[in-house]
Nanobody
Framework: QVQLVESGGGLVQAGGSLTLSCAAS????????MGWFRQGPGKEREFVAT????????RYADSVKGRFTISRDNAKNSVYLLMNSLKPEDTAVYYC????????????????WGQGTQVTVSS
């Protein structure tokens, strides 16, 4: 059983930056691909970014490509999401998630989820 805890959310002005962190425990972190998802008010949970177990392979939603960067540190059992040039439409609860084997973009493919961290971007 893997436990995931996100941190780093907050209130930021449009154009600003935030870095989200997700700390994992209870499993072999390097065995999992990791993903970031978000859920805005009244919206379904959507894919943001994913990274392979070794950090070699990444994939991004078109809406964040070029602005967000996902990374991981297996020695620290952590995954990160650097968010630059934030827009009001990035406002959402951000979740990290873990899945076995390969990366994925569908929430249902993921086995473990954190509780989420709120990101609010003001205009």
């Amino acid at each position: 059983q893997v436990q995931l805890v996100e941190s780093g959310g907050g209130l930021v002005q449009a154009g600003g930056s935030l870095t989200l962190s997700c700390a994992a425990s209870g499993g072999i972190f390097s065995a999992y691909a990791m993903g970031w998802f978000r859920q805005g008010p009244g919206k379904e949970r959507e894919f943001v970014a994913t990274i392979s177990w070794n950090g070699v392979s990444t994939r991004y939603a078109d809406s964040v490509k070029g602005r967000f960067t996902i990374s991981r540190d297996n020695a620290k059992n952590s995954v990160y999401l650097l968010m630059n040039s934030l827009k009001p439409e990035d406002t959402a609860v951000y979740y990290c998630a873990a899945k076995h084997r390969v990366t994925g973009i569908v929430p249902g493919e993921y086995d473990y989820w954190g509780q989420g961290t709120q990101v609010t971007v003001s205009s």
